[in-house]
Antibody, heavy 120, light 107 residues
């Protein structure tokens, strides 16, 4: 069965970086995009971007350009999302989610979420 | 960016009720509109994709429709497990954007 398993909770200081992993199993890793979505406390869902595990192509939400980096390691079917220059506004649960390739995608499988807390 | 205006922001209903939630896009998004259910401490769950297609495993009491610029999620005969927050999502163009969410509470 399809599974996305994320790394554990993180506590970071303002200005630091965090790297969250998302390990995929149960399907052909390179055949689907992986998206990253976050939810800050009391807020809605916010999309950060996606990566194509096939070729490493990324699309980022412009708001996060320069601060977010998505990479993949095909040998272990894992995608990483690194967010730098953290502030308290980045405190959120971060989710990875799979979608088909191409337009009109939808996220039918999600990771369990990783809580990132930014606090001095 | 594509703005998704979702309404209402909150809704109180009883078990057995029929409820509708609406999402309107600021520009044409064809039918690239999805609906998710989100419960505290859990990952969002896809209910409807491409405006009106029921995701495998989602209960048939959930349905989606589109009329002009308005997309609607309908829940027939609310069940106790349906009380959650619902989000629409457009994937017509990046950046992908979500509606603000509709919190559905027990009356």
């Amino acid at each position: 069965q399809v599974q996305l398993v994320q790394s554990g909770a993180e506590v970071k200081k303002p200005g630091a970086s965090v790297k969250v992993s998302c390990k995929a199993s149960g399907y052909t890793f390179t055949a689907y995009y992986i998206h990253w979505v976050r939810q800050a406390p009391g807020q809605g869902l916010e999309w950060l971007g996606w990566i194509s595990p096939n070729n490493g192509v990324t699309i980022y939400e412009q708001k996060f350009q320069g601060r977010v980096t998505m990479t993949r390691d095909t040998s272990i079917s894992t995608v990483y999302m690194e967010l730098s220059k953290l502030t308290s506004d980045d405190t959120a649960v971060y989710y990875c989610a799979r979608s088909r390739v191409g337009s009109g995608y939808y996220n039918e499988y999600w990771g369990q979420g990783t809580l990132v807390t930014v606090s001095s | 960016d594509m703005q998704m205006t979702q309404s209402p922001s909150s809704l109180s209903a009883s078990v057995g009720d029929r409820v509708t939630i609406t999402c309107r896009a600021s520009q044409n998004i064809a039918t690239y509109l999805n609906w998710y259910q989100h419960k505290p401490g859990k990952a969002p769950q896809l209910l409807i994709y491409d405006a009106s297609s029921l995701q495998s495993g989602a209960p048939s009491r959930f349905s989606g429709s589109v009329s002009g610029p308005d997309f609607t999620l309908t829940i027939d005969s609310l069940q106790p497990e349906d009380f959650a927050t619902y989000y629409c999502q457009q994937t017509y163009r990046t950046p992908i954007t979500f509606g603000q969410g509709t919190r559905l509470d027990i009356k």
